[in-house]
């Protein structure tokens, strides 16, 4: 019996309505627009539904891969063997705690979590406006822009195991530190995270927001499927400057390239695979490592 009605069979058991979709196509789940079919997709609408989901899969001895709104993945080719759990939108929710806090779900993109905090009059998430992942990917990965990270304003995550245990997460326990949360180390799957902000005025938190997302139209190639900044910053400068420096600006490998307009990201001009993107970094990594003797690491996630 292969994978697939294995786990069509066990999971049906339990959760006779989950939403389940198979020979899936990556790239319609990924900002790259980049990947093979995932054998199996599942969207859980709750916690109780994941849990569930991933009990089945202990059962089979697999681990899923966790996939939030895609904008930070590189998927592969030749597609993805078992299941991948998508959790855009699917864990879905909001609300505030106490004056100054907010909990969001993991499903919810930033952008509204930001909205959702500047119409409370809360101030502190201006910055992950113009993130387009979600929560879940956004604490894991610890996003940040124009000197914030998440990092900064979480304050509590609710997360589960790959056998459905559930835990919550205080602030130390979290490890935040560039583009790194201890999510990365241990596994786990965020279910929710806690935000503590601070009071504002709406009007003033929304005029920061628009700025921001000014800064980011006229600076990032937004009209291009990419997976944001290719390159982790490395300690001494930036990645772009280094890329731009190289004489790296437009370096094409097949459909994938460095940006013209900003030298950070690799986009897809169109009909790009995972390979040319993959053979793009490193080729990308190695010329810049001679000019400067800095090797860059990709901050993409390389499924
Ligand atoms: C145009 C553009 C601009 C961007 N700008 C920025 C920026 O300014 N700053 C920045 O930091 N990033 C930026 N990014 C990258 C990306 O949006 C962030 O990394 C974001 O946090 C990824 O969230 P996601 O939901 O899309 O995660 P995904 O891409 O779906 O997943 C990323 C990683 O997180 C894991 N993951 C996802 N959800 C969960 C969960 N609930 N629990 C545990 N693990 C999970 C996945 O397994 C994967 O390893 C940009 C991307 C694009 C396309």
Known sequence: MTYLTEFQKKIRTFLPEIELR?????????????????????????????????????????????????????????????LVICLKDCLDGLAQIGDTAIRVMAGVTMSRAAVYAANLGLAGLEFAHGIPGTVG???????????????????????????????????EELGFSYRHSALQDSGE????????????????????????????TASQPLNLPSAGSAFKRPANGYAAALIENAGLKGYRVGNAAI???????????????????????EQVSDRVFAQSGIRLEPEIRIW
């Open 22 to 82: 198979f020979e899936e196509p990556m790239h319609q789940h990924t900002s790259f627009r980049i990947g093979g079919d995932a054998e199996v997709m599942a969207f859980p609408k709750n916690r109780e539904e994941l849990r569930q989901i991933l009990k089945v899969s202990a059962l089979l001895d697999t681990k899923p891969a966790i996939l939030g709104a895609g904008t930070n993945v590189l998927a592969p080719d030749e597609g993805i063997a078992g």
């Open 137 to 171: 990917g956004g604490v894991y990965m610890n996003a940040g822009a124009y000197g914030g990270e998440l990092g900064q304003v979480c304050t509590q995550v609710e997360v589960m195991d790959y056998e459905g245990n559930q835990r919550t997460l205080c602030r």
């Open 189 to 216: 799957i965020v279910l929710s995270a806690c935000f503590s902000l601070t009071p504002g005025q709406p009007e003033t938190i929304r005029d920061k927001m628009r700025e921001l997302i000014g800064r980011r």
């Open 259 to 281: 940006s013209e307009k900003h030298a950070g990201f690799a986009v897809n001009l169109g009909g790009a695979t995972a390979a040319d993107v993959k053979s793009l970094l």
